[in-house]
């Protein structure tokens, strides 16, 4: 079973376009996290939600407890934000160590 | 800070030997993680340190798969006998309670070819 899920899987965008990738949960939790991991394979934490919005420069996220759905939005996009963008949820009750992640989305933006 | 160090950064192994991937937290940090990544399974949890203490293995594979932290500096991940599906990368991450928002630091990872 899948109780984390992205969509879409691929994404390609032309630069300077506006960018939306979704995380849809199954799960309680007390946290979402959003990833970023570039092309050379290091992860870098973006976020982490409990409820509302985080902005951070051009990268926005959101979170709808009620709907167990967050969405990362990317303004201005360009090619340097070509990479695999990763949600994880932590449960409700459980420990730093239980992340749930989602399988990914792959942004490949085009100049 | 130098950030979470994981070594090596490549390893290329025979099926059958032992390997060993370490990794340093980032100092002050008193939790460690262990992850592999595949592109079938994408990040999995391994097993978690908390102060040097295994919180929660339930996500090692096998019995191949042991993971010890003898100290708060130092974690190492072991496979014996190595076997062609466990070529993965392998992440270490840490994190420090409260800190944060208790947001992981990620190492580089290892990334681990069985032949």
């Known amino acids: 079973k899948n109780e984390v899920e992205q969509s879409p899987q691929n994404l390609t965008a032309q630069e300077g376009e506006f960018i939306t990738i979704n995380c849809s949960y199954s799960v309680g939790i007390s946290a979402l996290h959003w990833l970023q991991q570039h092309p050379g394979g290091g992860i870098v934490s973006l976020f982490m939600?409990?409820?509302g919005k985080k902005k951070h420069g051009r990268l926005i996220a959101t979170i709808n407890i009620q709907e167990k759905h967050s969405s990362l939005h990317i303004t201005a996009s360009h090619p340097r934000d070509s990479a695999v963008y990763i949600c994880?949820?932590?449960?409700?009750?459980?420990?730093?160590?239980?992340?749930?992640f989602g399988k990914g989305t792959k942004l490949s933006v085009k100049p | 800070d130098a950030g979470v160090i994981q070594s090596p950064r490549h390893e290329v192994t025979e099926m059958g030997q032992e390997v060993t991937l370490r990794c340093k937290p980032i100092?002050?940090?008193?939790?460690l993680f262990w992850y592999r990544q595949t592109m079938m399974r994408g990040l999995e949890l391994l097993i978690y340190?908390?102060?040097?203490?295994?919180?929660?293995d339930s996500g090692m594979p096998e019995d191949r798969f042991s993971a010890k932290m003898p100290n708060a500096s130092f974690s190492t991940l072991k496979i014996q006998p190595s076997e062609p599906r466990d070529s993965a990368v392998y992440f270490c991450?840490?994190?420090?309670?409260?800190?944060?928002?208790?947001?992981?630091?990620f190492g580089a990872g290892t990334r681990l070819s069985v032949l």
């Open positions: 100092s002050g940090h008193d939790y």
């Open positions: 991450a840490s994190s420090r309670t409260g800190g944060a928002k208790n947001i992981q630091y």
């Open positions: 994880a949820v932590r449960e409700d009750g459980g420990s730093q160590g239980n992340l749930i």
């Open positions: 340190f908390n102060n040097n203490v295994p919180i929660d």
């Open positions: 939600l409990s409820s």
